[in-house]
């Protein structure tokens, strides 16, 4: 597709429940990042993909939290046991892989899953 | 852990006005640093991305500096227009992680 997109665009869920979020990158972007922002709140840093791969899963919040990319294309994100303060947007980015001397390259965002937990 | 500011917070001016928005960063270990603008309910659009080995980057009337040694990045916006009210935000770019500053509400008066 032309853009990174996501699906749900909206989702409502009870307290308890388990919701997964999808992520479609730019094709050819090997690079795919998911961050929330809370109401009011800026950005948070989730966590990164090259390939398939995550390097550091560290800013995932808790271990309710967990996300997975197979084929180095899709990813889902998926939360256990949501809890109200899970609610927020969800957003999702991509890019071309890393350069040689290391440096990221232009991350481009889908329009997020806004995630509410009644 | 990197602490990424942005000052002001948010900024109201005249149609015409040249302004810089601030970003400063606490870690200068960075391999990049990105600006972004983000309208109400909706994604992020990017704007301009400098490597740690520049200085500056240059788009239309957008032009975005770099000082690693300072911790320091301005977005500099030429004759603004009312469609440039937007919230702006700031990210760098660590080792395998990215930290955005929480953004100035810009505002342009016709």
């Known amino acids: 597709g032309a853009g990174v997109s996501q699906s749900p665009s909206n989702k409502v869920t009870e307290k308890g429940k388990d919701v997964e979020l999808r992520c479609d990158p730019i094709s050819g972007h090997t690079a795919l990042y998911w961050y929330r922002q809370s109401l009011g709140q800026g950005l948070e840093f989730l966590i990164y993909?090259?390939?398939?791969?995550?390097?550091?899963k560290s800013g995932l919040p808790s271990d309710r939290f967990s996300a997975e990319r197979t084929g180095g294309s899709v990813s889902t994100l998926t939360i256990q046991r949501t809890q109200q303060e899970d609610s927020a947007v969800y957003l999702c980015a991509s890019s071309l892989p890393r350069g040689l001397a290391g440096e990221y390259n232009e991350q481009f965002f889908g329009p997020g899953t806004r995630l509410t937990v009644l | 852990k990197q602490e990424v500011t942005q000052i002001p917070a948010a900024l109201s001016v005249p149609e015409g006005e040249n302004l810089v928005l601030n970003c400063s960063f606490t870690?200068?270990?960075?391999?990049?640093l990105q600006w972004f603008r983000q309208d109400p309910g909706k994604g992020l659009t990017s704007l301009l991305l400098i490597q740690s080995s520049q200085r500056e980057q240059t788009s239309g009337r957008l032009n975005a500096s770099l000082d690693k040694s300072s911790g320091r990045s301005t977005l500099y916006i030429a004759a603004s227009q009312p469609g440039d009210s937007a919230t702006y935000l700031c990210a760098a770019y660590n080792f395998n992680k990215f930290y955005f500053g929480s953004g100035t509400k810009l505002n342009v008066k016709p």
């Open positions: 993909f090259q390939g398939n791969s995550a390097p550091d």
């Open positions: 870690d200068s270990a960075i391999y990049n």
